[in-house]
């Protein structure tokens, strides 16, 4: 069974930093790209980032780039999304999800984790 | 950036009805690269459909999904009572990947 599971999230003061996990289970990790979706309280969802099979390339949403990093370990079988400068707005539960393919929809979500950035 | 808009907002139907979701791109969606996912609430979303029209892994047949271009349609025939939820479409053809707002199906 497909397992992805999210930690890592807390309440941040603006301009704090933090970094979210995802492990994942039950299929090949490194042969999947990954990405990270937000949905902020109440609203839709929105794409943050994505990374390949072997983290060669990634890429970013406007409003988190330069700020956020995505990484992976596919030894360790995780997921990473490193933010930094964070903001009110980017207070949010974070998804992290398989795309069934190189630029597929996402098949498997993990049961998210909620970031919230307050002072 | 492609825009999704979704509508209605919100469907009010009874189980046993139909329910017509609809999802409207700013410009043609390549390949008919659309999904629609549920969410129910304090849940992750499920991928319901791709291609615009080919469900997902154990997705009931009640869940059907057509259009192409910049006009999509997902209809669940009969609702169930599990099927109250909000619904998302997503395009995947372009960067950014991008939803649309929801459209939350609930009881009437």
């Known amino acids: 069974e497909v397992q992805l599971v999210e930690s890592g999230g807390g309440l941040v003061q603006p301009g704090g930093s933090l970094r979210l996990s995802c492990v994942a289970s039950?299929?090949?990790?490194?042969?999947?790209?990954m990405h990270w979706v937000r949905q902020a309280p109440g609203k839709g969802l929105v794409w943050v980032s994505r990374i390949n099979i072997d983290g060669s390339s990634t890429n970013y949403a406007d409003s988190v780039k330069g700020r956020f990093t995505i990484s992976r370990d596919n030894a360790d079988k995780t997921l990473y999304l490193q933010m930094n400068s964070l903001r009110a707005e980017d207070t949010a539960v974070y998804y992290c999800?398989?795309?069934?393919?190189?630029?597929?929809?996402?098949?498997?979500w993990g049961q998210g984790t909620l970031l919230t950035v307050s002072s | 950036e492609i825009v999704l808009t979704q509508s209605p907002g919100t469907l009010s139907l009874s189980p046993g009805e139909r329910a017509t979701l609809s999802c409207r791109a700013s410009q043609s969606v390549r390949g008919s690269n659309l999904a629609w996912y549920q969410q129910k609430p304090d849940q992750a979303p499920r991928l319901l459909i791709y291609d615009a029209s080919t469900r997902a892994t154990g997705i009931p047949d009640r869940f059907s999904g057509s259009g192409s271009g910049t006009d999509f349609t997902l209809t669940i025939s009969r609702l169930e009572p599990e099927d109250f939820a909000v619904y998302h479409c997503q395009q995947y053809s372009y960067s950014p990947r991008t939803f649309g707002g929801g459209t939350k199906v609930e009881i009437k």
């Open positions: 999800a398989r795309g069934a393919w190189q630029l597929g929809p996402f098949d498997h």
């Open positions: 039950g299929f090949t990790f490194s042969s999947y790209w």
